[in-house]
């Protein structure tokens, strides 16, 4: 196996995915890094139904609001490609700014129907035009047939979608389930970020999610919100928003249960803002 090889522009990285494209199918699994198991279970899937994987590792600037959250977003690349290297059949795209965004790069905010406006874009403006802009980069650079995102972050997982009808990608968008450690904090690149304390206090995130679902759909959404909002203020965490949605539209659900209601959560632990969320 050994390390895989690291590709740092489009025009190598193309080349190889041509040859590659002759023998079977390309999947991709974008990243930004600072890999957990998470993603490595993206990648594993991923190699199950491709004869090649490609990871990108790329902290992508334009998804960032707040400057230090940039700055301080863990960037581990050796450590990265040492967990990649259990792997065979994976290559490494980790290309510079100027490569993924070139001087005669087109990009104007694209219609996505409100859902980047909602839940955590309401607290990030920009954030999702930011990621859709990359994703359709990368996706224009590796050409994959099938691109895998994990559902912790379900709010882009539907953008991504939503993006992907837009533009006309033929690209198959395959979700993979959140993963978990033992105790429930759902797996995250930030998670590295906490103390013992904070981690230990992060764990209120998933309790206040399950203790939602557990209260079933006898009560309303809006009662069931205003219970987990008070169970989730037993630990000191500060909360950005706790709302339960339909899965399609990310509408606010206040009266009526959707066949797909999704409780989403953002609350900030120790200054590391995490997310999560659960179908109710
Ligand atoms: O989920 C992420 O890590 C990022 O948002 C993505 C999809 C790699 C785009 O930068």
Same mark, same amino acid.
């Given at each position: 196996m050994g390390m895989p090889t690291v590709y740092t522009t489009a025009h190598e990285l193309s080349s190889l995915i041509s040859r590659a494209k002759k023998s079977g199918k390309v999947g991709f699994v974008p990243t930004m890094g600072a890999l957990h198991d998470g993603h490595l279970s993206l990648v594993n899937k991923a190699l199950g139904e491709n004869v090649l994987v490609v990871v990108s590792i790329f902290v992508n600037p +334009?998804?960032? @609001?707040n400057a230090s959250d940039l700055k301080n977003y863990p960037r581990t690349l050796a450590t990265d490609l040492d967990l990649l290297?259990?792997?065979?059949r994976v290559i490494v795209y980790a290309p510079s700014v100027d490569d993924i965004y070139p001087k005669n790069d087109f990009f104007e905010p694209i219609d996505l129907d409100g859902l980047d406006t909602r839940l955590e874009g309401a607290f990030r403006p920009g954030h999702f035009q930011g990621v859709v802009h990359v994703v359709r980069n990368l996706f224009n650079i590796v050409q994959p047939h099938r691109a895998y995102f994990g559902q912790k972050d379900f709010q882009q997982l539907a953008v991504i979608r939503r993006m992907v009808k837009r533009l006309n990608f033929t690209i198959e968008i395959i979700s993979c389930q959140t993963h978990r450690s033992e105790d429930g904090l759902a797996l995250s690149?930030? @998670?590295?970020? #906490? +103390?013992d304390q904070g981690r230990e206090d992060a764990l209120i995130i998933s309790q206040t999610l399950n203790y939602m679902k557990n #209260?079933?759909?006898? =009560?309303t959404p809006s009662r069931v919100m205003e219970l987990g909002a008070a169970y989730f203020s037993k630990e000191n965490l500060s909360l950005e928003y706790l709302e339960i949605v339909?899965? =399609?539209? #990310?509408m606010l659900l206040t009266n009526q249960w959707s066949a797909h209601s999704v409780c989403c959560i953002a609350a900030y632990c120790e200054d590391v803002r995490l997310i999560d969320n659960l179908e109710m």
């Amino acid at each position: 196996m050994g390390m895989p090889t690291v590709y740092t522009t489009a025009h190598e990285l193309s080349s190889l995915i041509s040859r590659a494209k002759k023998s079977g199918k390309v999947g991709f699994v974008p990243t930004m890094g600072a890999l957990h198991d998470g993603h490595l279970s993206l990648v594993n899937k991923a190699l199950g139904e491709n004869v090649l994987v490609v990871v990108s590792i790329f902290v992508n600037p +334009t998804q960032f @609001n707040n400057a230090s959250d940039l700055k301080n977003y863990p960037r581990t690349l050796a450590t990265d490609l040492d967990l990649l290297s259990a792997f065979d059949r994976v290559i490494v795209y980790a290309p510079s700014v100027d490569d993924i965004y070139p001087k005669n790069d087109f990009f104007e905010p694209i219609d996505l129907d409100g859902l980047d406006t909602r839940l955590e874009g309401a607290f990030r403006p920009g954030h999702f035009q930011g990621v859709v802009h990359v994703v359709r980069n990368l996706f224009n650079i590796v050409q994959p047939h099938r691109a895998y995102f994990g559902q912790k972050d379900f709010q882009q997982l539907a953008v991504i979608r939503r993006m992907v009808k837009r533009l006309n990608f033929t690209i198959e968008i395959i979700s993979c389930q959140t993963h978990r450690s033992e105790d429930g904090l759902a797996l995250s690149s930030r @998670n590295i970020r #906490l +103390t013992d304390q904070g981690r230990e206090d992060a764990l209120i995130i998933s309790q206040t999610l399950n203790y939602m679902k557990n #209260l079933g759909h006898d =009560e309303t959404p809006s009662r069931v919100m205003e219970l987990g909002a008070a169970y989730f203020s037993k630990e000191n965490l500060s909360l950005e928003y706790l709302e339960i949605v339909d899965g =399609e539209s #990310l509408m606010l659900l206040t009266n009526q249960w959707s066949a797909h209601s999704v409780c989403c959560i953002a609350a900030y632990c120790e200054d590391v803002r995490l997310i999560d969320n659960l179908e109710m």
